[in-house]
């Protein structure tokens, strides 16, 4: 083991070429407070840029990392809530009890 007790975070997609940065086990990981950027994958995402969040490609609204759980992989867009991902494909939701 090269460096023992050091958390290694690995930014990029080539790992030869990407950015190493190494934690000790007693240091916190820096907030990002600015816009992730992220590739949206089949049942999971990639961060290409350290963020603390992304915007929903319909409201705008800050979405962040840790409660993202709706996106379109063909289009490469996150969405805050199933309706906006509905409203997004042009699917109109029937409202309850009508």
Known sequence: MENPGKLRYIFGDD?????????????????????AEVEYLNG????????AFVRCAVTGAPI??????????????????????????GIKMSSPGG
């Open 15 to 35: 790992p030869a070429q990407s950015r190493v940065d190494e934690m000790n086990r007693f240091e916190r990981r820096p907030i990002a407070s600015d816009e």
């Open 64 to 89: 962040k990392l840790e409660d993202l759980r709706y996106w379109n992989v063909d289009l490469q867009e996150p969405y805050a809530s199933p309706r906006a991902k509905l409203q997004r494909l």
């Open 44 to 51: 999971e995402f990639r961060v290409l840029r350290p963020g």
